[in-house]
Nanobody
Framework: QVQLVESGGGLVQPGGSLRLSCAASRSIFGFDVMAWYRQAPGKQRDLIANIAAGGNTNYADSVKGRFTISRDNAKNTVSLQMISLKPEDTAVYYC?????????WGQGTQVTVSS
């Protein structure tokens, strides 16, 4: 079992930046995939970025070039650096971990992009 706790969300103006962090309660070394999802009001939860144990990354087209996912196995953290934020990036952002057949979710952190 592992608990995931997100932080770093908030209100930011269009064009601004935020950095989200996800802290795991135990080592994530060897976890197959760490990922960030987001869910806007009335919409489904979508995968926006993931990073494999070996460091390979994938991004949704909507965030490619603006968001960067990273993981620090020594600190048991996964981060999402977001730049050039747009109003359509407004959503609750969730950290997700997959370790074999087990999956885990954080409680989410709200990101609001508005002037």
């Amino acid at each position: 079992q592992v608990q995931l706790v997100e932080s770093g969300g908030g209100l930011v103006q269009p064009g601004g930046s935020l950095r989200l962090s996800c802290a795991a309660s135990r080592s994530i070394f060897g976890f197959d995939v760490m990922a960030w999802y987001r869910q806007a009001p009335g919409k489904q939860r979508d995968l926006i970025a993931n990073i494999a144990a070996g460091g390979n990354t994938n991004y949704a087209d909507s965030v490619k070039g603006r968001f960067t996912i990273s993981r620090d196995n020594a600190k048991n953290t996964v981060s999402l650096q977001m730049i050039s934020l747009k109003p359509e990036d407004t959503a609750v952002y969730y950290c997700h971990a997959r370790n074999g057949a087990s999956t885990y979710w954080g409680q989410g952190t709200q990101v609001t992009v508005s002037s």
